[in-house]
């Protein structure tokens, strides 16, 4: 069994800083790609992040230069550093994690629970 766990969110200014967490656990052998989706209400999740095993990242335009993703693989944890908050990153943060090797099993696609982000103006 593999859960993934989110935590960072919150309410914060616009300006303003935020950092996403979000650990894997079970017995867990190796990760490909992890990364942060987020969805408003009344839209499509969309990509924000993804970085590989290997620590090459990339990102949506409209966080580039505010937000910057990293990962610890010893702790199998992805971050989400967020700079210069806007209303419009309003949103529920979601990340996920692709091809989970647990034993025998890999797991094609994980998703954590998503953690809400409000950033007031």
């Known amino acids: 069994q593999v859960q993934l766990v989110e935590s960072g969110g919150g309410l914060v200014q616009a300006g303003g800083s935020l950092r996403l967490s979000c650990a894997a656990s079970?017995?867990?052998?190796?990760?490909?790609?992890m990364g942060w989706y987020r969805q408003a209400p009344g839209t499509q999740r969309e990509l924000v992040a993804v970085i590989t095993s290997g620590g090459s990242t990339n990102y949506a335009d409209f966080v580039k230069g505010r937000f910057t993703i990293s990962r610890d693989n010893a702790k199998k944890t992805v971050y989400l550093e967020m700079n210069s908050l806007k209303p419009e990153d309003t949103a529920v943060y979601y990340c996920t994690a692709d091809n989970i090797v647990v034993g025998a099993i890999t797991y094609l696609k994980s998703w954590g629970p998503g953690t809400q982000v409000t950033v007031s103006s």
């Open positions: 079970g017995r867990i052998f190796s990760i490909d790609n």
